[in-house]
């Protein structure tokens, strides 16, 4: 049931990488320019206070996390971060191979 649930979850990882790259582009095509949305462009749409959130967190951590680490990660493509999520979550609830040259005696 649970690796169900992690393949469906990476599956959707994979619709949603498809649809975030169809998006881009056809923005890319429209401008004459590559142009791609951050995974910070779509948090701050989905959920606009979640990066101030993110930010006054890590800053009560240690401020480096946030200026070399999250802000970084936030400018990162957003098709390119669903996809290598969606393939990840499909390969750790993949079938197990079965083992080849081995008998087990019943």
Do not use: C, K, N
Not at 7 to 34: E, H, M, N
Request: hydrophobic fraction near 60%; charged fraction near 15%.
């Amino acid at each position: 049931m649970i690796r169900f649930l992690i393949r469906a979850i990476g599956y959707f990882a994979l619709a949603g990488a498809f649809v975030s790259a169809t998006v881009d582009g056809t923005r890319s095509i429209a401008s004459a320019a590559l142009t791609w949305t951050s995974i910070g462009a779509a948090l701050d749409r989905a959920a606009p206070a979640a990066q101030a959130w993110m930010q006054a967190g890590l800053g009560r951590v240690h401020p480096a996390l946030w200026d070399s680490g999250a802000a970084l990660l936030l400018r990162a493509p957003l098709a390119l971060a669903l996809l290598g999520l969606g393939l990840l979550l499909v390969r750790l609830a993949a079938d197990p191979e079965p083992v080849v040259g081995y008998a087990p005696r019943d």
